[in-house]
């Protein structure tokens, strides 16, 4: 779970009625959106500004493994497969995560009102929806 200026807070909800925070992972940033795959975190960073990568395969010894600076502050991330896509104040920016620790950015769209155009012609409608609807 994302906690803004606090980073990232992972919660233990295998019995719903009684979850339990079982880490904390503090950042540099302003955690505002976070993704979770396999051993990693794709985070958000709504302050700095960018994508930051933790290893969490272990819960107590969390750790930043990648980061991707983005000119503007990161709002919203989906990970889908092996791609992040992430919206910023510039637009609409396509980060590959093959490798979590060397992320780059191999698409980008320059403002959100071309964002629509994409709709019919991407599988990414709900991030794109998240984004700008």
Known sequence: ????????????????????????????????????????????????????????????????????????PVENLELVGTHVYITDDNGFRVIDVSDPENPSQVGFVIRRAMISRLLETTLIYPVICMAVC
Not at 1 to 19: F, Q, T, Y
Not at 26 to 55: H, P, Q
Request: with cysteine; net charge negative.
């Open 1 to 72: 779970m994302a906690v803004g200026e606090e980073g990232l807070c992972s919660i233990n909800i295998s019995d719903p009625r009684n979850p339990e925070e079982i880490c904390f992972y503090s950042t540099l940033g302003w955690i505002s959106d976070v993704s979770v795959a396999d051993d990693f975190a794709y985070m958000a960073d709504e302050k700095e500004g960018g994508l930051r990568i933790a290893d969490i395969s272990d819960p107590d010894n969390s750790f930043e493994v990648g980061f991707l600076d983005t000119p503007e």
